[in-house]
């Protein structure tokens, strides 16, 4: 019978122990809501991911889960008509905190798709999930990588922690998302999402700490049960993860 994932020998960061403050959060019917002060600088392995590409460029969300690899969506880091990779040096990781600041970040050194993978990039679908292998790696100081679970072992309910597009500087989520919908590698959530979230985390919390259980991929529109789908981590995908770079 299958196991839990055991914690990974170097423990997570105690900032992941930290429960999400609910009563500053949104409903889940509402767009992410700005996290707390405190907790802005709490989740160093939630950051920003921006495309310097002079035919599309924006931010999305991305989170560490190797000291040189990022999950993401991988419509964030490919051209939205051709489905090419972006030249990884245009992808920047900024570490998670305020934008006025001087903050930790990597360039990209290597995009990595899922097998198959043909492109262009359709939000909602089971392929719009990606890895960027970064330069250098993250010193665990700096920011702790947040590990994969299965959805079999998530404990919902599930957290999205991502950036919103219209205040790129501050962390903002939710933390009361209930799985609405399951196909084969794709879920739904209760929780709306805005521009800038894709390729934020979907988020379960175990005794010993916070894993990523999916990425966000779309908006599912203003249903009351169906506002967002992920993608769950599969394949060659999750196999880069466990390895671990």
């Keep these: 019978m299958p196991q839990v994932p055991k914690p990974r020998a170097r423990r997570l960061a105690t900032a992941f122990c930290l429960s999400l403050a609910g009563s500053a959060l949104a409903d889940p019917a509402l767009p992410p809501a700005p996290l707390p002060e405190a907790e802005q600088t709490a989740w160093h392995a939630i950051g920003r991911l921006t495309r310097y590409s002079p035919d599309n460029p924006n931010t999305c969300t991305a989170t560490l889960v190797a000291p040189d690899l990022v999950l993401t969506a991988a419509h964030c880091v490919t051209a939205p008509g051709s489905g090419a990779p972006v030249p990884a040096y245009r992808l920047h990781f900024i570490a998670s905190g305020h934008a006025e600041r001087y903050l930790p970040h990597r360039i990209g050194a290597e995009v990595i798709l899922p097998e198959g993978f043909s492109g262009p990039a359709r939000a909602g679908a089971p392929d719009d999930i990606a890895l960027l292998r970064l330069a250098a790696p993250f010193p665990p100081e700096i920011a702790t990588p947040l590990p994969l679970v299965p959805l079999a072992f998530a404990a919902p309910p599930f957290a999205i922690v991502g950036y919103r597009g219209d205040t790129p500087g501050l962390l903002s989520g ?5 799985l609405t919908a ?13 521009t800038g979230n894709s390729g934020a985390p979907v988020l379960t919390r175990l005794p010993d700490g916070w ?6 991929s779309a908006s599912a529109g203003s249903h009351p049960m169906l506002r967002a789908v992920a993608v769950l981590p599969a394949g060659a995908i999750a196999a880069r ?5």
Aim: net charge positive; with cysteine.
């Design 174 to 178: 939710h933390d009361d998302c209930t």
């Design 182 to 194: 399951r196909r084969p590698d794709v879920i739904g959530l209760s929780c709306a999402v805005v």
């Design 211 to 216: 894993y990523v259980v999916a990425v966000v």
């Design 241 to 245: 993860i466990r390895r671990g770079g």
